[in-house]
């Protein structure tokens, strides 16, 4: 199994895990808005590393969102296979061609 899936996997195991020993369990007792906030303040994370963290640092930060990102689809019910589906539905679209499709 690759990363993604067991990290999934063990995400949606946690979920109704006690707070205090599981912190999935304990974004999930805080409810979807601190689920959504903690991804958001990742995603900022993630953005001041790219500009100016060492390799380690946005290494660090990539990790930290896509851990945040997973609890969030989880969440919401959303498995990580769908997010692929959908890469994969827009492998060989190129995003320059995909946007004047929308603005024509
Ligand atoms: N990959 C992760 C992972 N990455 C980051 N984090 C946690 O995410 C939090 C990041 O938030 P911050 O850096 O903002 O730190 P903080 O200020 O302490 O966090 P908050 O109190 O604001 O939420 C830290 O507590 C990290 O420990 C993670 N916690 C868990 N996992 C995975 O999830 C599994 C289940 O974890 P539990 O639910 O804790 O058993 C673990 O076995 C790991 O595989």
Known sequence: MDTLSRLEQTIAQRRAADPAESYV????????????????????????????????????????ILFHLL???????IGFDRVLEELDRRDGISGIAEKASRSA
């Open 25 to 64: 369990a304990s974004l999930h007792a805080k409810g979807l808005p601190q689920i959504a906030r903690k991804l958001g303040e990742e995603g900022v994370e993630a953005a001041v590393a790219v500009l100016s963290g060492s390799a380690e640092e946005l290494t660090g930060e990539a990790a930290d």
């Open 71 to 77: 609890v969030a689809l989880d969440a919401r019910g």
